[in-house]
């Protein structure tokens, strides 16, 4: 599950790499909830890689859909500009159209 949850990359922790490192945690509690709830599921293999953008994309989804929380969304501890971006454009959309350009 540890291999999964680090998506193929190297397993353990480095904050000097990763100083979001809580989502390795997060990530392999949301695989192991996900193979409790449905235990026909599998995980997909992540020795090899997909021959076609078809394989790849159902790779993907597989492993997105292992994330999702019960609510539907896709938590994880990440605050940085990606985050914080759609804020700024709603507010600079919004002070242009009260205030005008």
Not at 38 to 57: Q, V
Request: aromatic share 12%.
């Amino acid at each position: 599950i540890m291999e999964m949850a680090c998506g193929g990359r190297e397993v353990g922790f480095n904050p000097s790499k990763n100083p979001n490192s809580c989502d390795q945690i997060f990530r392999a509690q949301q695989i192991k909830s996900y193979l409790s709830i449905s235990p026909n599921h599998t995980l997909p293999c992540t020795k090899t890689k997909p021959n076609t953008p078809l394989e790849a994309a159902k790779k993907a989804i597989h492993f997105y859909s292992m994330l999702q929380t019960e609510d539907g969304h896709w938590a994880g501890d990440y605050g940085g500009p990606h985050f914080l971006m759609p804020g700024v454009v709603i507010a600079w959309y919004a002070l242009l159209y009260l205030f005008g350009p």
